[in-house]
């Protein structure tokens, strides 16, 4: 499941430069570190090979594990010492710190010079892994570990995948709390989330690495920045996946709730506790910076849906007859108040309420298009519309030339992810006007970049399939 923020636009003439130097410096860390930990990382296993302590360490191993795991200790005992180091769960030794204490107590019974020499030559140049050097490791966790461990990666599909929520979050929110506040805001949260990640076990001889705590902290922030005010949403379960709006922080009990969930019932190694912590830090911190000293840029949270409409006032004659329901009489009267004064948002209500009743609601919805398309009505006020005669936010089948018009009108609007369903019904139900298909790749040009490629591929897809589908008779 995926639920995140869509609304926000990048903009170049308020360049967000502390999060695109963020992104940088994680990238370039990261390039330098994993060349840098291959070569130490196979340097430090030659030592332990070299000195064979895998014959003395994996039995021995092997009989510490048993009474503590007895699950992993079934899918491992019939490994040989030699099995142990082509399968590749010799790391399972190194990085346990209980284990390590286990073999402290087994010297003192059996002391063993050589052995204890060479396994501290084996630490000392494991200890220079940028994980074991920087990291997060709450069993021994260094002063400046708290803030280095934020700049470290796993892998590239680790690091890609925090920059894509670094630069959706950090984007929308440096402009509203300023640079410094921003960085400060970042920061700290990271810490926070390191602390939560630790307190969880405190004996862990594991490394933290990783900026997701502190961008969980980024998208606690973005609920504390917009608070109640309706933000849209994208969001995936599985294969649906749609847009809706919402007050901004109803996510935050959703995405803590995915959070927590994971921290109690997944088994896997994901910090879901440094997700958890930075996720409500970065919320309590910044609501309480709306409540006390620091006031975000009110106008910069504020969204076209909120810009009020004008109401004018419709002929009372006209109103009666829609209230004695005689809407076959009201018609043509109300169709000449919605023509003559487009942003008449009343008028445009009864008509949806009339042509309803005399089954004329898609030739209408044509009408409402065209008058959007005609500049007769402003982003708030189209936005109005949309919302009043398309609530749901999601479009049934509906003929080639409506679709056509409504996608424009969300083109318009910046919505090209609500614009490609409509497109995409209607290349798959076999259209090939050339406006259709010209519309599907400008809507695929709008979604290139952001976060909708899964939709951006279908509909490329789609289009090409008709493109280059054979005439027919």
Same mark, same amino acid.
């Given at each position: 499941?995926?639920?995140?923020?869509?609304?926000?636009? =990048?903009?170049? &003439?308020?360049?967000?430069?502390?999060?695109?130097?963020?992104?940088?410096?994680?990238?370039?860390?990261?390039?330098? %570190?994993?060349?840098?930990?291959? &070569?130490?990382?196979?340097?430090?296993?030659?030592?332990?090979?070299?000195?064979?302590?895998?014959?003395?360490?994996?039995? #021995?191993?092997?009989?510490? +594990?048993?009474?503590?795991?007895?699950?992993?200790?079934?899918?491992?005992?019939?490994?040989?010492?030699?099995d142990a180091v082509s399968s590749g769960v010799l790391p399972l030794l190194w990085y346990d710190r209980? =284990?390590?204490?286990?073999?402290?107590?087994?010297?003192?019974?059996?002391?063993? @010079?050589?052995?204890?020499?060479?396994?501290?030559?084996?630490?000392? @140049?494991?200890?220079?892994?940028?994980?074991?050097?920087?990291?997060?490791?709450?069993?021994?966790?260094?002063?400046?570990?708290?803030?280095?461990?934020?700049? /470290?990666?796993?892998?590239?599909?680790?690091?890609?995948?925090?920059?894509?929520?670094?630069?959706?979050?950090?984007?929308?929110?440096?402009?509203?709390?300023?640079?410094?506040?921003?960085?400060?805001?970042?920061? +700290?949260?990271?810490?926070?989330?390191?602390?939560?990640?630790?307190?969880?076990?405190?004996?862990?001889?594991?490394?933290?690495?990783?900026?997701?705590?502190?961008?969980?902290? +980024? %998208?606690?922030?973005? +609920? *504390?920045?917009?608070?109640?005010?309706? &933000?849209?949403?994208?969001?995936?379960?599985?294969?649906?996946?749609?847009?809706? &709006?919402?007050?901004?922080?109803? %996510?935050?009990?959703?995405?803590?709730?995915?959070?927590?969930? *994971?921290?109690?019932?997944?088994?896997?190694?994901?910090?879901?506790?440094?997700?958890?912590?930075?996720?409500?830090?970065?919320?309590?911190?910044?609501?309480?910076?709306?409540?006390?000293?620091?006031?975000?840029?009110?106008?910069?949270?504020?969204?076209?849906?909120? $810009?009020?409409?004008?109401? #004018?006032?419709?002929?009372?004659? /006209? /109103?009666?007859?829609?209230?004695? /329901?005689?809407?076959? !009489?009201?018609?043509?009267?109300?169709?000449?108040?919605?023509?003559?004064?487009?942003?008449?948002?009343?008028?445009?209500?009864?008509?949806?309420?009339?042509?309803?009743?005399?089954?004329?609601?898609?030739?209408?919805?044509?009408?409402?298009?065209?008058?959007?398309? $005609?500049?007769?009505?402003?982003? $708030?006020?189209?936005?109005?519309?949309?919302?009043?005669?398309?609530?749901?936010?999601?479009?049934?089948?509906?003929?080639?030339?409506?679709?056509?018009?409504?996608?424009?009108?969300?083109?318009?609007?910046? !919505?090209?992810?609500?614009?490609?369903?409509?497109?995409?019904?209607?290349?798959?139900?076999?259209?090939?006007?050339?406006?259709?298909?010209?519309?599907?790749?400008?809507i695929e040009q709008a979604l290139a970049g952001m976060v909708f490629e899964e939709l951006r591929l279908?509909?490329?897809?789609?289009?090409?399939?008709?493109?280059?589908?054979?005439?027919?008779?």
């Open positions: 499941m995926l639920v995140i923020p869509i609304e926000d636009k =990048f903009s170049w &003439r308020h360049l967000p430069w502390v999060t695109v130097l963020l992104i940088l410096c994680n990238s370039l860390i990261h390039l330098y %570190m994993e060349g840098r930990d291959q &070569r130490l990382m196979v340097q430090a296993e030659q030592v332990y090979l070299d000195a064979q302590l895998q014959r003395k360490e994996w039995p #021995l191993f092997l009989a510490y +594990l048993k009474p503590k795991d007895a699950e992993t200790w079934q899918e491992l005992h019939e490994l040989s010492p030699a209980d =284990f390590t204490a286990h073999l402290e107590t087994h010297w003192q019974k059996s002391p063993d @010079a050589l052995w204890q020499s060479s396994r501290e030559s084996f630490q000392a @140049a494991l200890q220079r892994v940028s994980a074991f050097a920087y990291g997060l490791t709450p069993a021994e966790a260094k002063p400046w570990a708290w803030l280095s461990y934020q700049f /470290l990666h796993g892998d590239w599909g680790h690091l890609l995948g925090n920059m894509l929520f670094l630069a959706l979050f950090g984007f929308a929110l440096e402009r509203h709390l300023g640079a410094g506040l921003f960085i400060g805001l970042y920061l +700290l949260c990271g810490v926070l989330a390191g602390l939560a990640h630790a307190q969880s076990d405190w004996t862990s001889a594991v490394p933290l690495v990783g900026a997701s705590g502190a961008i969980a902290g +980024l %998208m606690g922030m973005y +609920l *504390g920045v917009y608070g109640l005010k309706r &933000r849209e949403f994208f969001y995936t379960v599985g294969f649906w996946f749609g847009s809706f &709006r919402a007050p901004a922080v109803i %996510m935050l009990p959703v995405w803590l709730g995915k959070e927590l969930f *994971g921290a109690y019932w997944s088994d896997d190694n994901v910090a879901y506790w440094a997700h958890a912590g930075g996720l409500v830090a970065g919320f309590v911190l910044t609501w309480a910076l709306r409540r006390g000293w620091r006031k975000v840029d009110e106008q910069l949270t504020q969204s076209v849906e909120e $810009a009020p409409a004008v109401v #004018l006032p419709i002929p009372e004659r /006209l /109103l009666d007859q829609i209230e004695a /329901l005689e809407y076959e !009489s009201s018609w043509p009267a109300l169709q000449r108040v919605c023509q003559q004064e487009p942003n008449n948002v009343q008028a445009w209500q009864y008509a949806l309420e009339v042509a309803s009743a005399l089954r004329q609601r898609e030739a209408w919805l044509q009408q409402v298009v065209q008058v959007a398309l $005609a500049g007769q009505l402003n982003k $708030a006020e189209q936005q109005t519309l949309l919302k009043l005669y398309l609530p749901s936010g999601q479009f049934g089948p509906m003929p080639a030339g409506l679709a056509l018009g409504l996608s424009e009108v969300l083109l318009r609007l910046g !919505s090209a992810n609500r614009a490609a369903p409509l497109i995409l019904t209607v290349l798959q139900a076999g259209t090939r006007h050339p406006k259709i298909v010209q519309q599907a790749s400008r279908q509909l490329q897809q789609a289009r090409e399939r008709v493109t280059k589908a054979a005439p027919t008779a």
